[in-house]
């Protein structure tokens, strides 16, 4: 008998770490096979369901797969009717940042040979309908593999018993977190890098805390902030995500934001299990 299974497509563009988030997959657990021909895939996962011991598989799939392509649309849907759960992750990053990657490691493009922009053209037009149907995108762009790593793990790594909640506190000047459901910006809130006594320390340290949650208004948003992301939590869960990423900006990441991702993390661990990241707390400046 046929046990459900759940189904992990990664695809994206070459350079952009698809061979990094199949080794985390495979470090919780994931049963991976990359470039594995799609007429191939219902047969494959229609012996690894039968075996019972397999409940959890990642498959790569790309422009590496030619022809066999344009199937993926019957084969997704056949593997959606034998009662898998079906999810497609897609990672890409900009034309500069993979040509760059490229010509660090010396590569050669999988479509272009020593035609990095041509085969980089190409690719994004092969997996265009990939991308648009894909559950997750992430841009890895401004990730070095060991974050990369930790977002696909926060995301993937648990069994599906508990909903995975993260938040993550970040700084607007390094960039917006790629694996974020939700953002919100609190660079409106008083500054403790301008106050003197407090400019050293972050938003981790009680002091800088208490500064940033003593206004009545933080304390009136932090509350809309977290009815907004209860109101959200149990349609996401609803909708068949087994994670949600809530992102809280300030300018440089190391105060403000710090401060309110702790504050909600706090509410939200009562009821919830809740993995709390400070992304950019250990960079310099404001």
């Known amino acids: ?50 075996s019972g011991e397999v409940r959890r598989t990642a498959l790569g799939v790309d422009a590496r797969e030619g022809d066999f392509l344009q199937g993926y649309g019957e084969a997704f849907a056949a593997m959606r009717s034998a009662g898998h759960s ?31 922009h041509q085969g980089i053209e190409l690719e994004r037009e092969i ?49 917006l977190p790629a694996e974020a459901d939700m953002v919100f910006d609190v660079r409106f809130l008083p500054n403790p890098y301008f106050v003197e006594s407090l400019s050293a320390l972050t938003g981790a340290d009680r002091q800088v805390s208490e500064f940033v949650l003593a206004s009545e208004e933080a304390r009136e948003y932090i509350a809309k902030v977290e009815d ?36 909600l993390a706090r509410r939200f661990s009562q009821q919830r299990i809740v993995t709390l990241r400070h992304r950019d707390l250990a960079r310099g400046g404001e």
């Open 127 to 175: 997996l265009a309908g990939l991308r648009e149907e894909a559950d997750a995108v992430v841009d890895t762009g401004n990730l070095n593999v060991h974050q990369l790593k930790g977002i696909i793990q926060e995301r993937y790594g648990r069994s599906g018993v508990d909903f995975a909640v993260t938040l993550v506190s970040f700084g607007f000047k390094h960039g």
């Open 228 to 263: 907004l992301i209860s109101f959200h939590l149990p349609r996401a869960e609803r909708e068949g995500k087994g994670y949600f990423t809530v992102a809280i900006g300030c300018t440089g990441g190391r105060h403000r934001s710090v401060a309110v991702a702790t504050e």
């Open 86 to 116: 079906v999810e497609i992750l897609f990672l890409t990053a900009s034309d500069d940042r993979l040509l760059r990657r490229f010509s660090e490691t010396r590569r050669r493009h999988p479509l272009g040979g020593d035609d990095l």
């Open 1 to 50: 008998m046929t046990a459900p299974m759940t189904i992990l497509i990664v695809s994206g563009l070459s350079g952009a770490g698809k061979s990094t988030a199949l080794r985390a997959l495979e470090d919780v657990g994931f049963f991976c096979v990359d470039n594995l021909p799609l007429p191939l895939a219902g047969r494959f996962i229609d012996l690894i369901s039968h």
